[in-house]
């Protein structure tokens, strides 16, 4: 029993004394037939995947590997550019007192034959304004494993909800029968604790050394 306690502390002075190293935030296998994740780092909650309006019957249809199973849906749009509205998504917010930075998503992902060849990946962070990094599937029935988009660089410190999307577009055939089938998506980063204003390490500095100015600060106030 001490044997544990001890190690309970030290996992307790680490995670207050150093941030999180760079690592998985999230997992999604769909493996047991649900939306959620499978997978979420501690001081974070990720959303279920859910779907646009303009994209519609989720399934769970074999996954990669055809061991497992992956999130399918339909109506995708025929157009050669993007619908707003037909896009899987996925919100990650950062428990109060941390922040997110963001590194890396990646997807498996497989069309069928009328389904759209290509999907790309925008975020809140700008109105899903810009075009993250996309990906090409030209033969169907196949999983294109693990597509990796890096995260751009202002995606670091970010202490609210952040939602991407994967808008997929160009498939064929007018009835929106043709799916886009995705497994195993990850999103790679670290959650830290919000730095404390430093102005507060300074009259916290103070007030221990008795300093005559901090007392009047806190007299005032
Ligand atoms: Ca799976
Ligand atoms: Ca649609």
Do not use: C
Request: aromatic share 10%; hydrophobic share 40%; charged share 15%.
């Amino acid at each position: 029993m001490k044997t544990q306690l001890f190690i309970a502390d030290s996992v307790l002075v680490f995670s207050l004394s150093a941030p999180l190293p760079a690592a998985q935030l999230v997992d999604y296998d769909f493996d047991d037939s649900t939306p959620s994740a499978s997978a979420v780092a501690a001081h974070l909650t990720a959303s279920g995947i859910t779907g646009g309006s303009g994209i519609s019957v989720f399934a769970y249809k074999p996954g990669n590997p055809d061991t497992g199973l992956a999130l399918s849906a339909t109506k995708w749009t025929t157009s050669a550019t993007y619908d707003p509205n037909d896009y899987f998504e996925v919100t990650l917010t950062p428990a109060t007192g941390y922040q997110l930075t963001l590194s890396n998503f990646q997807v498996d992902a497989r069309r069928s034959d009328t389904g759209p060849q290509t999907w790309e990946l925008r975020s809140s962070v700008d109105g899903f304004g810009t075009v993250l990094g996309s990906e090409t599937l030209p033969i169907s029935s196949d999983f294109y494993p693990a597509q990796q988009l890096s995260i751009p660089k202002a995606y670091a410190n970010l202490d609210s909800a952040v939602t991407f999307r994967m808008y997929g577009y160009g498939a064929s055939g007018t009835l929106g029968t043709g799916t886009l089938r995705i497994d195993n998506l990850i999103i790679d980063g670290e959650i830290t604790p919000v730095p404390e204003p430093a102005g507060w390490f300074v009259l916290a500095g103070l007030v221990l050394l008795g300093s005559p100015a901090a007392v009047r600060v806190f007299r005032r106030t």
